[in-house]
């Protein structure tokens, strides 16, 4: 089974990093490290799909892939 792709950069504005899945509508986390930004976003992860199984609502199968793996 393919996991979420989770895309992690540095923002100058929040002064850290950030993690992303976007698969996960607003699913995202911020670390001073970028493994801190991974940890924290695969707790965010976690609790997101928590959420959506506990009110129903689907949950979208990983897709999101970046260019760089797309088969042109």
Request: hydrophobic share 40%; charged share 25%.
């Amino acid at each position: 089974m393919k996991d979420y792709h989770i895309n992690i950069f540095y923002s100058d504005e929040d002064g850290g990093y950030i993690a992303d899945i976007p698969d996960l509508k607003a699913c995202s986390a911020f670390g001073a490290t970028p493994e801190e930004a991974l940890n924290e976003v695969e707790v965010a992860k976690a609790a997101w799909l928590e959420a959506a199984r506990q009110s129903g609502n689907p949950i979208p199968q990983p897709k999101y892939r970046p260019v760089i793996y797309e088969v042109g």
